[in-house]
């Protein structure tokens, strides 16, 4: 057996009516026929009043709501599907007038008529439902049901034979009658039709109620004849129903014809207008994002008349603050399990979802959210890469996001997702600003930290040079004018970059200052200043504490005594001093042994380093450098190295010493040329001068 | 930089392949933290294709140098590039770690 679906059996039920309902009304005709009159008469009814309510419950079934805008569609569909019910009538009567006027077929032709007019009038109450209900809220569908409950009661009372009396009958119709004047007023749908389509609209309603009343003045006609009229009590149902799809049509043709401003239409789009003016003030007034999630979700609840939403916020506040989600009449847990059952990892954060018909659909099933009709899911982005968040819409009737509904949401978020982007620019711009600050205090102080001023003297010149890698560097170097014509000289380069070496650097400046203090002590002025390895070993022994285990310094200390023309000096790890021999005119390396600082933390260190001693001549030039010259590199990844410096210094060392370390130093830049500065750079350069009288 | 253990008895020997810098120091470092790296007697670290060593690389033996030695696990480097050992010896790190020529003198070691 075929299945059929609910309306292929309203259909065949109907079809069942009619024929009863033609029996009914040919057995009213002949009262010969059967037990007699009352038994036609009430088959009649009853077949009348079953096909009229088959015929209405398939119209309420076929006819949905309204999708869209689709106003002019709905008209035209009802307009051909009248013309054709005309068209059938016409047919009929067409018929009755060439046949012979026997009762039986006035019979035939009456109950055919009786028939199309009761479809023609289902069809015409349902689409004016969808045109009421346009836009109309949970109210008005209840009212709807109600006037349709009227309807379906009168119906009803046709079947018993007792006739209401008629005072009450007047209220009771004029009732339902003003009822369903009320209901005509709903006519908004006129506002969003453009200029062009209120003309089409209006031919439109005017067929319609052309067709109308051509059947109405049809059945009038049919009233005279005493055989074929129903009783006042049955036509009391299609009489209140004409006069409201009449009506209806003819509220719907005056307020498109004369433009009647429908008030409410303009009540939502004047909300609409003064939150988003609200919102923007807010924006404006560069409020936290917290405040401008909130004004978003409430303004948009606002417009849209949403029943439940929930907003949740995608923002990183610089200072780890959270922004929380925000919940309009609805609990945490469900906005929870709202999130689990939206989240769609494979659409991608910024993807959108309406969902007009949530009963038919089934997408919030089993999560305890129900009596919503529709809802919409909307991400937080004006277009650009950040997502702010997401935002969920609920409410109560289906079909309650319309194009024109989004594209007012698209406006707010658009809005909204604009002036958070400002926000996090203007965040992001505070903290790098802030870092860079940071940075360049802590550029001036190392910059400080650096000797300006180079001791001068006519037994010897010194010329230096320092370029960080970064905004601060781990290299140092100083000297310090010892009493008794002595000179120290340190030069050192902490591991890693950044600002703990430069912490470092700064910590090693006064460790070599506080070493250097004269001893009160001291039985000689030998012992009154530490040697190069006591110092180193101090020095150790200071940075034992506060250098961390995987971090070194390698440094040089000489200790040049102009006076007796020599100097002593230890190695902690350092680069190896490149020196030039003038009696000897040699260039060569100092290979001395000695262990950085920090590798071993104990005792033990002392034995790691020795103090040199070296006589100098005039003449003799002394190269103090840092790893970053001898390991600069040049493009194909060679480093400059120990034995270029050495050929350079042997091609300049008869110059003045800021000569020489400009010489060597434009080699350094020639062959790395075009690489960046990988590691820090310090090249000092002393040359001892031939002794002169001091003046 | 690549690093390869290869654990071999109470040995355990490091392959370095690459340059050791400030971000491959991080790696090394976790291969050496492991607490069971202390109950191996020797530690070979295997240089031949180590090609640069910066300081990041050298405060990663520095730093646990210590650590083995109070464990009393050895530490032995070999194969070692002469640039690589110039870093080594430069730093003063030559007469603090066990530096040799040959596997098999790291063996012996």
């Known amino acids: 057996m075929p299945k059929f679906s609910r309306s292929t059996w309203l259909l065949v039920l109907a079809a069942l009516f009619w024929v009863a309902l033609l029996l009914g009304t040919l057995g009213q005709g002949n009262a010969g026929i059967g037990p007699g009159v009352n038994w036609a008469h009430w088959l009649a ?471 250097m203090q004269p001893n009160p002590l001291a039985k000689s002025d030998r012992q009154r200043f530490p040697d190069p390895h006591r110092f180193m070993v101090q020095a150790n022994e200071a940075l034992t504490h506060c250098l961390e285990r995987s971090s070194f310094i390698t440094a040089a200390f000489y200790l040049i005594d102009y006076q007796a023309g020599g100097f002593s000096f230890a190695r902690a790890g350092h680069c190896h001093t490149l020196y030039y021999h003038s009696i000897k005119e040699e260039v060569s390396y100092f290979h001395t042994e000695g262990l950085g600082l920090g590798i071993i933390r104990n005792d033990n260190y002392g034995k790691h380093v020795k103090t040199q001693f070296w006589d100098y001549n005039p003449g003799d030039v002394m190269v103090i450098y840092t790893d970053g010259i001898v390991e600069a590199r040049n493009a194909a990844g060679d480093e400059y190295g120990e034995n270029r410096l050495r050929e350079m210094l042997g091609e300049c060392f008869y110059q003045s010493a800021e000569g020489i370390n400009a010489y060597i130093r434009n080699d350094v830049q020639q062959f790395s040329l075009g690489q960046p500065l990988h590691d820090d750079q310090t090249l000092l350069v002393v040359k001892f001068k031939a002794s002169q009288p001091q003046q | 930089m690549k690093v390869t253990a290869q654990p071999s008895g109470d040995t355990q020997t490091f392959l370095l392949d690459g340059e050791l810098d400030a971000s491959s120091a991080v790696v090394l470092d976790a291969e050496l933290n492991k607490p069971e790296l202390l109950s191996y007697k020797k530690i070979l670290i295997d240089c031949q294709r180590l090609s640069y060593i910066s300081s990041a690389g050298l405060g990663v033996f520095i730093s646990h140098l210590q650590r083995l030695q109070d464990a009393n696990v050895k530490l032995v480097f070999f194969n070692m590039q002469e640039k690589v050992f110039n870093v080594f010896e430069i730093l003063g790190l030559d007469s603090l770690m066990n530096i040799v020529q040959t596997e098999q003198e790291a063996q012996a070691a």
């Open chain 1, 45 to 515: 009814l009853a077949a009348q009043g079953g096909f009229a309510a088959c015929v209405f419950i398939f119209a309420r079934i076929q006819t949905g709501p309204l999708r869209g805008h689709n106003f002019l569609g709905t008209l035209r569909q009802l307009f051909w599907r009248a013309l054709a019910l005309t068209a059938g009538l016409l047919v009929v009567e067409g018929i009755a007038w060439l046949e012979p006027n026997t009762h039986t077929n006035r019979a035939v032709d009456y109950t055919i008529a009786l028939a199309l007019f009761i479809g023609l009038l289902s069809q015409t109450l349902y689409t004016w439902r969808a045109l009421v209900s346009f836009r109309g809220g949970a109210r008005l569908r209840r009212e709807w049901l109600v006037f349709e409950l009227l309807l379906g009661a009168l119906l009803l009372f046709q079947l018993t034979t007792w006739v209401i009396p008629p005072p009450l009958r007047l209220v009771v119709y004029a009732a339902i009658g003003i009822f369903g004047i009320y209901l005509c007023g709903h006519q908004r749908w006129v506002a969003y039709l453009s200029t062009s389509q209120k003309t089409q609209a209006i031919l439109l309603q005017l067929g319609i109620l052309g067709f109308l009343v051509l059947f109405l003045l049809y059945l009038r006609q049919v009233q005279a004849d005493p055989t074929l009229a129903a009783p006042a009590a049955q036509q009391s149902f299609l009489l209140l129903a004409s006069f409201f799809a009449v009506v209806y049509a003819v509220a719907g043709l005056l307020v498109s014809l004369f433009n009647l401003p429908v008030a409410d239409v303009y009540e939502q789009r004047r909300t609409e207008f003064m939150s988003l003016q609200q919102l923007s003030q807010v924006i404006q007034r560069g409020k936290t994002p917290q405040e401008i999630y909130q004004n978003l979700l409430n303004s948009i609840v606002q417009t849209l008349q949403a029943d439940a939403a929930w907003l949740d916020p995608h923002f990183a506040e610089a200072d780890g603050e959270e922004v929380t989600p925000i919940t309009y009449q609805l609990s945490a847990d469900a906005a929870g399990q709202l999130r689990d059952r939206l989240a769609n990892p494979a659409a991608g954060p910024a993807h959108e979802l309406v969902d007009n018909d949530l009963e038919r659909s089934q997408l919030l099933q089993g999560l305890g959210l129900t009596g919503y009709g529709s809802l919409a899911l909307l991400p937080l982005h004006n277009g650009g890469p950040h997502n702010f968040g997401t935002l969920v819409l609920l409410k109560m009737e289906t079909e309650s996001f319309e194009p024109d509904d989004l594209s007012v949401l698209h406006t707010f978020i658009t809005q909204a997702a604009l002036s958070l982007e400002n926000l996090q620019l203007v965040r992001e711009a505070q903290v790098s600003q802030r870092t860079q600050d940071e940075l360049r205090i802590a550029a001036l102080v190392q910059e400080r930290l650096i000797p300006k001023q180079l001791p001068t003297d006519n037994w010897f010149e010194i010329s230096t040079y320092a370029q960080a890698a970064k905004e601060v560097g781990g290299d140092f170097y100083d000297f310090l004018h010892l009493p008794g014509q002595k000179l120290a000289v340190l030069i050192g380069d902490v591991s890693g970059k950044g600002v703990t070496a430069a912490f470092h650097t700064a910590q090693m400046k006064g460790i070599f200052h506080a070493l």
